[in-house]
């Protein structure tokens, strides 16, 4: 893996193996560039497993929604390659949080990405403030 990839201070982070399927790969012999987004995402729940499972949230009623995805494609993929995948907060506000991805090997940096999302009152209809126990973890990291 790329010194790269390890070199910054990753606030909340996570890390995932990740292990590309066959039909994961499009016509070219490469990862499909929607499939990156699915490992956002497993990476996402990674972190919720992490820092605020999903039974806790259900216990309020919350749940998590995502606003922005934004994902910067470099060097492809192939099922040969053995890439792992990094999330982690870039920044917590009052209401929303941001996410940041990189999914690499020894190639280099294959993705990078960006995340926006929050929490939804799921009863009340609206969002609500980013939980208390992520606020202060998120401050203890930082």
């Known amino acids: 893996m790329s010194d790269k990839m ?3 201070h990753r606030i ?5 193996e990740i292990r590309i399927k066959a039909y994961e790969i499009d016509a070219m012999g ?5 499939v ?9 729940h990674d ?22 995805t934004d994902i910067h ?3 492809p993929l ?7 995948g990094f999330c982690w907060v870039r920044k917590m506000g009052r209401v929303k949080w941001e996410f940041e991805f990189e999914i690499g090997s020894d190639k280099g940096i294959h993705c990078t990405g960006t995340q926006i999302g929050g929490f939804y009152d799921i009863d ?3 969002p609500v403030p980013i939980p208390e126990r992520l606020q202060e973890i998120y401050r203890e990291e930082g």
């Open 6 to 8: 390890t070199m910054r």
């Open 12 to 16: 909340m982070s996570v890390e995932r």
């Open 30 to 34: 490469v990862v499909s560039n929607i």
């Open 36 to 44: 990156y987004v699915k490992w956002f995402e497993d990476m996402r």
């Open 47 to 68: 972190f919720l497993d992490a820092y605020y499972p999903y039974d806790e949230m259900m216990k309020l009623n919350f749940s998590p929604i995502l606003m922005n």
């Open 73 to 75: 494609y470099r060097i």
């Open 78 to 84: 192939t099922i040969h390659d053995k890439p792992r």
């Open 124 to 126: 009340a209809g609206r």
